[in-house]
């Protein structure tokens, strides 16, 4: 049973039972309220076909503003904490995986703390990351998109459950417990057979002309994809030979200093093929970070909210000022 603390800041919290374990009543609330909505939301628009009803429900969905104050933690009266577990169900981090916009974002956090952090953190907050990752994983599956990130994130857990065995928090039975679903998650994704697109008369990439998917090729931004995208037909792994797009990769992953760093002595950046220059910056400095949507913290009310879903600002009045926040970032906001 929870201790339920008289502090004179505080009449203590509410905590309530569920088939996982005790949770603080305020945020079972939230997350009860968060699916409901999306199951009625759900059986909504499988009942009717009236297109402008869906229009309308989806403007509804993405109304939401999902938001935390971060406080001053020096300050005795505003120092309470909020946990990492209660923060990301605050931030919708479960909504963000099925948003193609965030997807990106969440998974880098996950990977942070699955690498970083996860031996040290509390027995709820393991269970919001594991809550996470299956949630990812079953996400993968629906869509047939992401497949190698959500390989490598399963990877990275079982490590971390294998080397953390005898060295983390919480008691043997729930680390178990993460075990068996690591696994059971990691033989979901192996079962996982990637179904190809019917012969439906449509237009498949193959009929388009070598412009247009030189157009597409452009817009990849690693070399995974572009590589990958190569071995699906000769004349697309003729164009990946093209050296625009390692030069395009090289400009957007890489500055000039960066190149010249990776330069040997009699070499110059003219006559070093682009494939070449790029695999040495790959593999001396990594791949930037690219997000679509981010996390931003609001300079005047110390709110932390996604971009493109604004929130309710104290000062609305004053001109919108905030800063990005990476991954790692909001990670060590609440938990450091
Ligand atoms: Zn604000």
Not at 134 to 143: A, H, P, R, S, Y
Not at 219 to 242: A, I, K, S, W, Y
């Amino acid at each position: 049973m929870p201790f339920l603390g008289q502090d004179w800041r505080s009449p203590g919290e509410q905590w309530v039972r569920t088939s996982e374990g005790w949770e603080r009543l305020q945020l079972w609330r939230l997350k009860l309220f968060e699916n409901l909505n999306e199951n009625v939301l759900a059986r909504l628009l499988k009942l009717t076909a009236v297109e402008d009803l869906i229009k309308q429900k989806e403007i509804k969905a993405n109304r939401s503003q999902p938001h935390i104050v971060v406080t001053n933690r020096m300050s005795r009266e505003k120092n309470f904490q909020i946990s990492l577990s209660e923060a990301l169900t605050r931030l919708d981090m479960c909504g963000a995986i099925k948003d193609i916009r965030r997807f990106n974002y969440v998974c880098k956090l996950l990977e942070f703390l699955v690498k970083r952090k996860f031996t040290n953190l509390s027995g709820a907050a393991q269970k919001a990351v594991l809550t996470l990752t299956e949630l990812l994983v079953n996400n993968v599956m629906k869509t047939n998109n992401h497949l190698s990130t959500a390989q490598k994130l399963l990877k990275e857990l079982i490590i971390t459950l294998e080397r953390g065995y005898y060295d983390h928090v919480g008691g043997s039975l729930l680390w178990h417990k993460h075990q068996h679903m690591a696994e059971c998650l990691q033989n979901k994704l192996n079962n996982l057979e990637l179904k190809e697109r019917m012969d439906d008369g449509k237009i498949q990439m193959s009929d388009l002309p070598d412009d247009c998917i030189r157009e597409i090729l452009l817009r990849l931004n690693n070399h995974q994809d572009l590589v990958n995208t190569g071995l699906t037909e000769v004349r697309t792994f003729q164009l990946v030979q093209e050296k625009q797009f390692w030069h395009n990769l090289c400009i957007f992953h890489f500055t000039n200093e960066q190149w010249s760093s990776v330069l040997k002595r009699d070499e110059c950046i003219d006559t070093l093929p682009w494939p070449l220059l790029y695999k040495r910056l790959v593999k001396r400095y990594g791949l930037r970070d690219v997000f679509a949507e981010m996390l931003h913290l609001c300079k005047h009310c110390n709110t932390l909210y996604w971009k493109d879903h604004g929130h309710p600002c104290f000062l609305p009045d004053l001109d919108p000022k905030s800063i990005p926040i990476s991954p790692v970032m909001c990670v060590e906001l609440f938990t450091g």
